[in-house]
């Protein structure tokens, strides 16, 4: 069979990293190609020179067997190039066709041709049950929406190849099971994808041929059905990784965090949380398993003090915190690891170091009266930066500039050297990689094993299964069961968290 | 006393001093819906009212001052073009420089061509478009047969269509809120924030044009603040080519009122705040949140 793409020898650049050092990438046409590798491996960089978005510095690229220069993505999309970026590339207040058929727009008489458009558009949507709301404007939809968004825009631009970089780190699980149906189906018509994930298990479930990236280097290429997630997870971080959690039996204390009959009515009216009962005590990790958007984020930023419970009562140690605002609540002994990294975890424009001292800047540790100790925020930042393995190791380095992972890591780090004795961990693990995963999972268990309390909220059901000592699941604002183990089925899980387990959530009323 | 104050004439001034309003605040509109903050509109006013002063006193010929003037308002508005797109230097300080450079040099030509530090010699007029029914009323008639009054109320009317219902205005308004995702389907961005600023610049240099005209001569530093009422305008006007029309017609009422009432025995200082007092209210009262583009001022760098 014919290659679809052919990278030759590529090397691209930045100021201080070689993001990818003589890469050579060879998909074959008709193919589902997975590439994974750690953060900062140059996954991105290598797809985004594909694309025309930079130029690299050495090497060839050929499509279908024809050598090609792609100096921007009008090049590439003339190609038949379409991608799917990591970071949504749609504009928020235009609707979901305008940013469909931006660039790509058919007129009559000088006007978008809104009818012919939104007939072509339909009929897509429905051969790939891609549903969209076409008229609504895109900062009002969900992530899920704004993924099939994207993948339609690479489909109306009649793609041939389709370059998808990690689309399902913000899908549910039953939106990742539609995306690969919808892949299956490209497949089918001949169409080249690559995939970029740090998902072991969705690489073997769906690609054809794997290649691993590490340090800007490709490391291996691999046929999907001659490997395993072993030795994959290995060829990426360079060592034997654990894809499971080592942790040993409980020892629960006294419960630290309750939660009683938590109510949230949000500014539309929308009941989001619904008289919700919970306790977590020291020493235990206690899941929360659920889709994403049944409650889970309201009730972590109610618990956080970010928004306030419209009623219901919530105790760290038996004291009422409800009506505290987030510093007040910090000081009462949380950290808090929020799901949103960038617009909630970081300032992303400030140094590593700066990060790390967040909301604690006030301590008489870090500051005199007058002025900020630079020595002692700077020594502070290279502990924690040498204990959690942050890179690059520079506690001057903004924090713009560091792969996902490492973002992540200056989070950790920061909220757990707060010593707190409650800790909210909400997606602690979303876009990192499968080194990262291994190290904050560990963290956190080490956390517990010293007494903490440990609220963790996740979309990944294995994550949630490996690490909860007990497992809440909410659905629709509810919990609706708490298992008083982790010895539950997904398939179990999945019932709970789609509602379908109808008389059951009844019963729990 | 009423209907003294809200006769044929005023209605007449109100139109006289809202068209250069609308005119640049249109301006503003294209060039900031691509992304570039436009505060060089005064500059462009006032260029573009001595190049087309210029051009119609060299010639005789008015329309060929019209062309002149809108060329002046364009070269004008190249400069802050390519100082922030291609230099991405800051806008605001691009935009303050080129209205100093507009003082000066209009000032300096000034008194080379007419040997006057204040103004230029006369210049005659457009000339007029005859529109019978209206013929009774000299006022309202010497206002509709004017051409430029008609190209205003007609490219008012046509930009709220092209911002929001072509091609052009759907990759203007990408480029302006998220430049990089209008990069990644292929649009150049320098191309579309070229003509927003270009479009700005000669629909300024037109309302330089028609003060030149109105006055019959060009006066030193006769934008006397303009430009910045009108990217007011298109702030209250939400950056959308009718509401900054509709706003610009707010301050010309206003401001006519204040001339209507200077001979009413009214105090003048507190008349001459009437337009001030109607801008802060309706900003205050009626308008609620203004969201400029969200890259507005920023320059795009591509390799991020
Ligand atoms: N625009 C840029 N300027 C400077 N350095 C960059 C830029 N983009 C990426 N890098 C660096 O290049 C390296 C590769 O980054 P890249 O985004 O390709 O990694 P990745 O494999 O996609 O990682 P992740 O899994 O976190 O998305 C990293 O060290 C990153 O910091
Ligand atoms: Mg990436």
Known sequence: MPYAIELLNITKRFARTVANDDVTLKVLAGSIHALVGENGAGKTTLMETLYGLYQPDAGAIRIHEKEVTIKSPHDSIKLGIGMVHQHFMLVPPLTVLENIVLGAETTKNFFIDLKKTTAEISELAEKFSLNVPLTEKVENVGVGIQQRVEILKAIYRKADILVLDEPTAVLTPQETVQLFKILAELKEQGKTIVLITHKLNEVMAISDHVSVMRKGKIVGHLETPKTNPQEIAQLMVGRPVLLRVEKSEHKAGAPVLGVKELTYVDRRGVEALKSVSLDVASGEILGIAGVEGNGQSQLVECITGLIRPTSGSITINGVEIVGLNAREVFARGLAHVPEDRIKRGLVIDLSIKENLILSLQALPQFSSRLSMKRAEITSNAELLIQKYDVRPPDPNAITRGLSGGNQQKVIIARELSRNAEVIIASQPTRGVDIGGIEFIHRTLVTARDSGKAILLVSADLNEILSLSDRIAVMYSGRIVKIFPDNKVEESELGLYMTGSNQELIREAK | ??????????????????????????????????????????????????????????????????????????????????????????????????????????????????????????????????????????????????????????????????????????????????????????????????????????????????????????????????????????????????????????????????????????????????????????????????????ADGVPYEKEK
């Open chain 2, 1 to 294: 006393m009423i209907s003294q104050i809200f006769s044929l004439a005023f209605l007449a001034q109100t139109i006289r001093i809202t068209v250069p309003y609308a005119l640049a605040s249109l301006g503003g509109v294209y060039s900031e819906r691509g992304g570039v903050t436009n505060i060089a509109l005064e500059g462009i006013i006032l260029n573009g009212a001595f190049s087309a002063t210029v051009g119609t006193y060299y010639t005789g010929n008015p329309l060929i001052g019209v062309l002149c003037g809108i060329a002046g308002g364009l070269l004008t508005a190249l400069i802050h073009a390519v100082v922030s797109i291609n230099i991405k230097a800051d806008q605001i300080i691009s935009g303050i420089a080129i209205n100093l450079f507009a003082v000066g040099i209009t000032k300096f030509v000034l008194e080379i061509l007419f040997h006057s530090s204040s103004n230029s010699d006369r210049i005659p007029g457009l000339p007029h478009i005859k529109l019978g029914f209206i013929e009774q009323s000299p006022d309202i008639a010497r206002l509709f047969g004017n051409p430029l009054v008609l190209f205003t109320i007609l490219i008012i009317v046509a930009s709220q269509f092209i911002i929001f219902k072509t091609r052009f205005g759907l990759r203007l308004r990408a480029v302006g809120e998220n430049p990089e995702a209008a990069d990644t389907v292929g649009i150049s961005v320098t191309l579309y924030r070229y003509y927003g600023v270009l479009i700005s610049g000669a629909l300024a240099g037109l309302a330089g044009t028609w003060l030149a005209f109105d006055q019959h001569s060009f006066t030193d530093g006769m934008s006397a603040g303009r430009g910045y009422i009108a990217l007011a305008a298109m702030i209250v006007g939400k950056w959308n080519p009718l509401g900054a029309a509709a706003a610009c017609l707010l301050f010309g009422f206003a401001e006519s009122l204040q001339i209507q009432l200077q001979g009413a025995g009214l105090p003048t200082q507190f008349i001459q705040m009437i337009p001030y007092v109607v801008t802060i209210i309706v900003l205050a009262g009626f308008i609620g949140k203004a969201v400029a583009p969200a």
